[in-house]
């Protein structure tokens, strides 16, 4: 079976909530944040919250449990903070909350960016995970890796009309 979307079943738009985590950015110059919700709700998914906290491991921890059991979502996207830098703690700080983790989505995350920067992809600690049944994207902060990322993994992977197999499919309405 080629992949591809299935015209045949009708779409389901994913509840998403769009975190970034920076000591830096504000709403006005969060251009990756910007480019998630774009791109989600170019897709016709609803972004039901977005929201910055800082590169503290007990905030991001918060602000994931706190939407999670708040808002009936399907998907958490999250920028900023996967890196090799000190402040860098997005995965240290959400991956206990995982319950199953999805290894292939880094491997596959760093092949396509080696495409495009080289080795310095190795410093890039993306993953992703379910948290119950909230899947959770972690994303480096700059605006190319977030593209690359939501146009060639995440939109088909919440599409669920997505072939040959989708999360959304897998996960349930």
């Known amino acids: 079976m080629s992949h591809g979307s299935n015209a045949e079943k009708s779409f389901e738009p994913a509840r998403v909530f769009v975190l970034t985590i920076s000591d830096t950015r504000i709403l006005e110059n969060d251009r990756s944040g910007d480019l998630l919700v774009q791109r989600l709700e170019e897709a016709g ?47 240290d700080a959400i991956s206990p909350l995982f319950n199953k983790h999805i290894p292939g ?33 972690l994303l480096p902060g700059s605006t190319g890796a977030c593209r690359l990322a939501m146009d060639k993994i995440i939109l088909d992977q919440i599409d669920n009309r997505h072939r040959p197999c989708n999360f959304r499919d897998i996960l349930g309405p």
């Open 105 to 137: 989505f880094g491997e596959l995350f760093r092949m396509l960016s080696y495409q495009e920067i080289g080795s310095s992809t190795i410093q890039s600690r993306a993953d992703a995970g379910l948290c119950g049944q909230t899947l959770l994207f």
């Open 45 to 91: 998914h609803t972004v039901v919250g977005r929201k910055i906290v800082t590169d503290e491991k007990t905030a991001i921890r918060e602000q994931v449990e706190q939407a999670i059991s708040q808002m009936n979502l399907d998907v958490i996207i999250a920028t900023g903070g996967t890196g090799f830098a000190t402040r860098d703690v997005t995965p």
